[in-house]
């Protein structure tokens, strides 16, 4: 992808590859909720995210709902999340 991704998914994004504990994988399936239709997280989980995340989460779900992603903005989310989620399915 040429062009930066829009700030909210940008800085979730940071959030998770700064995370060496794993304590954010609900903003990792928020952000997977997001750009695969097969991928769900109930917004309930929000209530038990931290606030940091909480606000991350709410930033990128506002986006998507109000300007929406392009297509190729949302493939590329994708291809950072699918490994991170498919990593906690082989181990």
């Not at 952000?31 to 991928?39: F, G, K, N, Q, R």
């Not at 300007?67 to 493939?75: C, R």
Request: hydrophobic letters at 45%; charged letters at 25%; one cysteine or more.
């Amino acid at each position: 992808m040429n062009e930066p991704l829009p700030y909210p998914f940008s800085d979730a994004i940071e959030a998770i590859l700064l995370d060496k504990t794993g304590k954010r994988a609900l903003l990792l399936d928020v952000l997977a909720s997001i750009v695969h239709p097969d991928m769900v997280c109930s917004l309930f989980a929000l209530r038990v995210m931290d606030e940091t995340d909480k606000v991350l989460a709410q930033r990128c779900i506002d986006y998507a709902l109000m300007g929406g992603l392009t297509p190729q903005e949302s493939a590329a989310v994708y291809r950072f999340i699918e490994p991170r989620i498919g990593a906690r399915f082989s181990n």
